[in-house]
Structure formats: structure tokens, C-alpha cells
């Protein structure tokens, strides 16, 4: 149980264009789900904290403008990368928080998202 | 300083060996403890999750949590070249934190034949 799906697993675009990335719990409902990026080599730095049915609270230093968050179920998340650029190239990695109570959280495969 | 501190290693070790990997934290607040497993190119694995000060085993991974000294450890017996990762511990405070997790800076981990 707790398997968490991320769609695409890879994606390469062109300048300028948005990119959008899917987070799913395939077995549980998830009231919390959040959204990593991950540099080589280095830990997960959390982008935003997304509540199904409101609006996702970002960490200090994200534009929300440009990484847009839905959660408009329990069981999915999106992130939209709007206008990328080769900067925002990086691994992007969701996870999911099991319940309302529980503190477990179940990461995604992870995409890899390169801009060219 | 970091509230999370974790040696990055890389730490390399022959297959059989017990790993020892360590982890220090500066916030009283944190709760809940966790330890993941990231193979390269993959999402964190939950390995071990833990709220309460001693040990809890499962397989060959023992989780130690000392929240006295704020030091969390885990423990690999056996150790086998598929645990070759990225070992991540990570904390949270529980309640109104609403799960969100503190990560160490991750320990490189190779288990060489």
C-alpha cells in the first residue's frame, strides 16, 4: 500500500513553454500533498504545501505564479511550471501525507524536468 | 545552523558490514522521525518511522531515537550492495506543521562486494 505515482517521469520543452506534472495516491486518500525539487546531489527542498480543496502555501523565495499547484482531489496534485526556462530544469518529486492525522509521508518516483 | 545535521559522507563499506548512520537535530518541537532510502534518479523510499525515544527494528534496519540528546540513528545489518543510496533522515513537528518534513542533508551509502 501507499504508492504514489508521478506522470511524466521525464520531460524535455522548449523555452517559454508550461509543463505540467502530475502526483497521484494510488491507494489512499491524501489531504496533504507537497512538492520537492532536487538539485544533484543534494537533499529535497520543499517548493509548496498543497491542501485538496484550497490554495497551496509556498515556502519563502517560490514564485507561485510560476509554479502553479491544484489539488482538486484527494487522490491528485498538479504542478504546472508556467514559462520554463533552463534554470528551473531540475527533479521535481511529490509526496503525500497518509490521512488527516498521520505524519507518514509516501514520496513519488520523481520527474525530471529539462528545459532546453 | 541547520535544524537537521546529517554527515554526507560518502561513507563506503564492505557487504556484511553494520552501517551507522547518525543524525542531530536542534529543534525540541520534532516528533515524528523518519528515515528514507533514494536510489539515484528515484523518489525517497520510506524505510523506517518512528515518535518515540528507543528502537524499532524491522528486517535488518533498526531506527534508534533519542530524543534526550536530539540524535537519531539508523542502523543496517548485514549490509548488501542493493543498500547502496542516499540515506535521508527526516523530522517533523506533528500538529499544526500539517507533515511538513525537515531533511538532513542526506549520507552517501556504497556497500561494495
Known amino acids: 500500500g501507499a504508492v504514489v505515482s508521478q506522470h511524466p517521469s521525464r520531460v524535455i520543452c522548449k523555452s517559454g513553454t508550461s509543463v505540467k506534472i502530475e502526483c497521484r495516491s494510488l491507494d489512499f486518500q491524501a489531504t496533504t500533498m507537497f512538492w520537492y525539487r532536487q538539485f544533484p546531489k543534494q537533499s529535497l527542498m520543499l517548493m509548496a504545501t498543497?491542501?485538496?480543496?484550497?490554495?497551496?502555501?509556498?515556502e519563502q523565495g517560490v514564485e507561485k505564479d510560476k509554479f502553479l499547484i491544484n489539488h482538486a482531489s484527494l487522490t491528485l496534485s498538479t504542478l504546472t511550471v508556467t514559462s520554463a526556462h533552463p534554470e528551473d530544469s531540475s527533479f521535481y518529486i511529490c509526496s503525500a501525507r497518509v490521512g488527516r492525522g498521520g505524519n507518514e509521508q509516501f514520496f513519488g518516483p520523481g520527474t525530471r524536468l529539462t528545459v532546453l | 545552523q541547520k535544524e537537521v545535521e546529517q554527515d554526507p559522507g560518502p561513507l563506503s563499506v564492505p557487504e556484511g558490514a553494520i552501517v551507522s548512520l547518525n543524525c542531530t537535530y536542534s529543534?525540541?518541537?520534532?516528533?515524528?522521525f523518519m528515515w528514507y532510502r533514494q536510489y539515484s534518479r528515484k523518489g525517497p523510499e520510506l524505510l523506517m518511522y518512528t515518535y518515540s525515544s528507543g528502537n524499532k527494528e524491522d528486517g535488518r534496519f533498526t531506527a534508534q531515537v533519542d530524543k534526550s540528546s536530539k540524535y537519531i540513528s539508523l542502523f543496517i545489518r548485514d549490509s548488501q550492495p542493493s543498500d547502496s543510496a542516499t540515506y535521508l533522515c527526516?523530522?517533523?513537528?506533528?500538529?499544526?506543521?500539517?507533515?511538513?518534513?525537515?531533511f538532513g542533508q542526506g549520507t552517501i551509502l556504497t556497500v561494495h562486494p
Open positions: 527526516a523530522t517533523n513537528a506533528g500538529g499544526t506543521s500539517y507533515g511538513k518534513l525537515t
Open positions: 529543534n525540541s518541537a520534532f516528533q515524528y
Open positions: 498543497s491542501n485538496e480543496g484550497s490554495k497551496a502555501t509556498y
